[in-house]
């Protein structure tokens, strides 16, 4: 072994180990291989960048563009809606015509956009033919998956294989070389899942069989029917003439204010800047539970104000500035007083942004890298903080800054427990105090014994004393809260409004939106769409608590509520999809001949060799902006830009593998396992290796790995490297065995309701199944040759 090869290994392994852990983007660790070839000389400059220029990579943003407009002009909805006319309710042709379908349009759509696509379609079948989605959205992802494996541009490995033969000189794949073994592998992998795979799949109907997606089963199935209760503001509340957002009743406990009923007069999610009146009745959604808890708090008794308890404390108490580092996990998460308290044995007091400074609320504000945080801890937690790599800067504060810069002018004040109150046995932790209002703990006063800066989890017992900081104000606000009068039955009134102007939608997010990863609060989602997320439905289970801390993620469910004509506007948002629309206008097809003409062109011009694949696909994808089929803005937003610079950032790897002998190293290390059994063992260990690697790595770059391996194998053999080339290519795209195989898996998955084990449930016997087929009909269509005799075939066509 060389030091190249070496390095290349290196590499490759930390590449892997990367994408595995997800530590990093996984076009920021195709990015940075890139990088690092270049740097170590393993591949010149102008090596380095030619994945940006290489004709797979552009045939791949191309397709993502023709695919857009077919979407965009209606013809593959009305296509799908058609084809599932015909399929009637049953269960095993629900399965075949959907699969069918998708499979159909996956040979020459993006399989992506075609699982977008079809997904409301499928959920608005299943409601209708009373079949749980778990029984058909698996079905659905699984038949793009095949279908892509039928035509040279179904999916990106096809393309990055048929490239690979190129660059080393080999005959390239043409259009339909794929369609043989392709659609023999699309009808037995639909005919196994319509009829043995249909009994495994997971028969998750929580909601009964019966209009599964309905506005009233929707409700049951993400558990909101016993979540729903009316609060009264009495007639001498103390909250009357304060906003809902200062009440805090949906910071405090995570309520959700539906409507606002005022003398028969109801308005619809009102504003968090709407001022209460007496007499107001406030429809809530929420865990009751959870408020009680908080308005426990309320019984305490305000002893006095403390100003030399405060000066005995701030003798050992001290206050420090921290900057928030650019790198910091903290960055864009949203500040949890009892989580930072227990992580970093302090308090945070307030936020400075510049010249903006937050003092109340400051929970719900999602940080950002340089953010100044003013804390107060003990010497001791404030000396650890040194040595934190969460916090670029550490300096200690003034008097000046703390009046001039923060004007801090909080009370520091001596709350009782009462003896015999229900607070006592629970935790500052527990009732959520100090996220809701702001309220830090300084110490506890228990039998003549101080404790300094208690632990959140410390236990609170009736006779206490606690030492808070704070805002009196708040105070009021906590016994306002216990004012309020709970009435757990719905007013017809109030019923019939919910029901008549209010309806909720499901949705989850678009494949290429840029939302996963953050949270409803950082997008500021009421106020940009005037809807409530109540619910979300990840991994098989619902989430209704704390959902605007919740980080979005792929695969999600999301239960919104709010005025009809709202929902109806968001259905047009490109960042998700409805599952449930209501009142979606239809697509306009008007442009819909230009759009098929355009499509047939593209793939006649391939056909007859007029033009390179990738022309052909560039003009199309031109022709399409030009008619107007969709306009420039959502040809670039068509574009999933990461799996583009994925495949670009890592082709200068399988060319630095080929070059310094890595691809032969390791091609040698699979010929002495299985070299002595001959060529068909060799082709099928390479097609195992690449069937388990799609578990873990990305399939563009695990094509891109695997490729220089497959044709030094078959040059060490002395055959020609497409049968092998094609058995891999089918490999790499039968992705079905985890969720995270391929985005299409994790589009269904929170739709579906499915967990991680229900996709290794049916996509391992599937996996081998395809495997079978395509070992049977290699053979058939693409029989081994002498290198020698393709290199002639590839002369003389």
């Not at 977008?116 to 029984?135: G, H, K, Q």
Request: proline content about 5%; hydrophobic content about 50%.
């Amino acid at each position: 072994m060389t030091i190249e090869i070496a390095l290349v290994l290196g590499i490759l392994l930390i590449a892997v180990v990367l994408f595995v852990t997800e530590a990093l983007r996984m076009d920021l660790v195709a990015l940075l291989v890139l990088g690092t070839l270049a740097v170590s000389g393993l591949v010149s400059p102008a090596q380095a960048v030619s994945g940006f220029s290489n004709a797979a990579v552009i045939t791949v943003w191309a397709m993502f563009i023709l695919s857009e407009g077919l979407t965009r002009t209606g013809i593959a909805n009305s296509l799908g809606q058609q084809l599932l006319r015909v399929s009637g309710r049953s269960e095993i042709s629900l399965i075949l015509v959907i699969m069918l379908t998708a499979g159909g349009l996956s040979a020459f759509m993006n399989n992506i956009g075609v699982a977008a696509l079809m997904l409301p379609v499928v959920v608005d079948i299943a409601r209708r033919t009373e079949t749980p989605p778990s029984r058909l959205l698996m079905p659905l992802a699984f038949g793009c998956l095949l279908g892509g494996l039928t035509t040279l541009i179904g999916t990106p490995p096809n393309l990055l294989i048929s490239d690979a033969l190129t660059q080393s000189g080999e005959r390239a794949f043409q259009l339909f070389d794929f369609s043989p073994v392709g659609l023999g592998v699309l009808v037995v992998g639909t005919l196994f899942v319509a009829l043995v795979g249909r009994l495994i799949l997971p028969q998750k109907d929580p909601s009964g069989a019966s209009n599964l997606r309905s506005q009233r089963n929707l409700r049951t199935l993400y558990g909101l029917q016993e979540r729903t209760f009316v609060m009264r503001i009495p007639q001498e509340s103390v909250l009357i003439g304060k906003t809902l957002a200062e009440t805090r009743i949906g910071s405090a406990v995570g309520l959700i204010v539906i409507a606002l009923d005022r003398g028969g007069r109801i308005e619809a999610l009102p504003s968090r800047q709407t001022v209460l009146k007496g007499g107001d009745k406030i429809l809530v959604q929420g865990r009751l539970d959870r408020f009680d808890e908080l308005r426990r708090w309320s019984e305490v008794v305000i002893e006095r104000e403390a100003p030399l308890l405060q000066s005995l404390v701030s003798d050992r108490i001290k206050l420090v500035e921290v900057t928030v580092a650019t790198d910091s996990p903290m960055v864009k998460e949203l500040l949890h007083h009892t989580e930072f308290r227990r992580r970093f044995g302090a308090n945070v007091l307030a936020i400075r942004r510049g010249d903006l400074v937050r003092r109340v609320n400051i929970s719900q504000v999602p940080l950002r890298g340089a953010d100044c945080l003013l804390l107060q801890g003990s010497e001791e937690s404030l000396t650890k903080l040194e040595r934190s790599n969460e916090f670029s800067e550490i300096r200690p504060v003034s008097e000046e800054d703390l009046l001039e810069t923060y004007r801090l002018q909080e009370s520091v004040f001596v709350i009782r427990i009462p003896k015999g109150s229900r607070l006592g046995g629970s935790t500052l932790a527990q009732s959520r105090l100090g996220d809701a209002f702001d309220f830090r703990l300084l110490a506890t006063f228990r039998e003549g014994m101080l404790q300094l800066m208690p632990e959140p989890d410390e236990l609170v017992l009736g006779g206490d004393l606690l030492l808070l900081q704070g805002r009196p104000e708040d105070l009021d606000e906590l016994r306002g809260l216990q004012e309020l009068e709970i009435e757990s039955h719905v007013s017809p009134q109030l019923g019939n409004f919910e029901s008549d102007r209010l309806a909720v939608l499901e949705a989850t997010l678009a494949p290429h939106s840029p939302l996963a990863g953050t949270s409803m609060a950082e997008i500021n989602f009421r106020e940009k769409h005037g809807l409530e997320l109540v619910a979300v439905w990840r991994s098989g289970r619902a989430i209704r608590s704390d959902l605007e801390r919740l980080q979005l993620q792929f695969g999600d469910a999301l239960l919104l509520i709010g005025p009809r004509k709202k929902l109806a506007v968001f259905g047009d948002d490109p960042d998700f999809l409805a599952l449930t629309p209501i009142g979606a206008s239809p697509p306009d097809t008007r442009r819909a001949p230009l759009a098929s003409l355009i499509m047939l062109g593209v793939v006649g011009s391939v056909v007859t060799g007029a033009l390179r694949i990738e022309i052909a696909a560039i003009v199309g994808a031109s022709l399409m902006v030009l008619t107007r089929c969709l306009n420039m803005e959502q040809a670039y937003r068509s574009i999933d830009w990461r799996a583009v610079f994925l495949i670009a950032g890592m082709l200068p790897l399988g060319i630095a593998m080929q070059e310094t002998g890595t691809a032969q190293y390791l091609a040698g290390r699979v010929m002495e396992t299985l070299g002595d059994f001959g060529p068909w063992p060799v082709i099928m260990g390479l097609y195992a290796v690449t069937a388990i690697g799609t578990m873990i790595v990305p399939t563009a770059a695990l094509v891109v790995l695997m490729a220089p391996i497959v044709l030094s194998a078959s040059a060490d053999m002395g055959i020609a490297p497409q049968t092998a080339m094609m058995a891999v290519a089918m490999a790499a795209s039968a992705s079905f065995t985890s969720p995270i195989s391929h985005p299409a898996n994790i589009l269904v998955m929170g739709p579906g309701g499915y967990s991680f084990s229900d996709y290794l449930k049916l996509g391992i016997p599937l996996t081998i199944i395809v495997f079978i087929v395509v070992m049977f009909l290699l053979p058939l269509f693409w029989p081994l040759q002498p290198a020698g005799l393709a290199a002639v075939s590839a002369y003389l066509d």
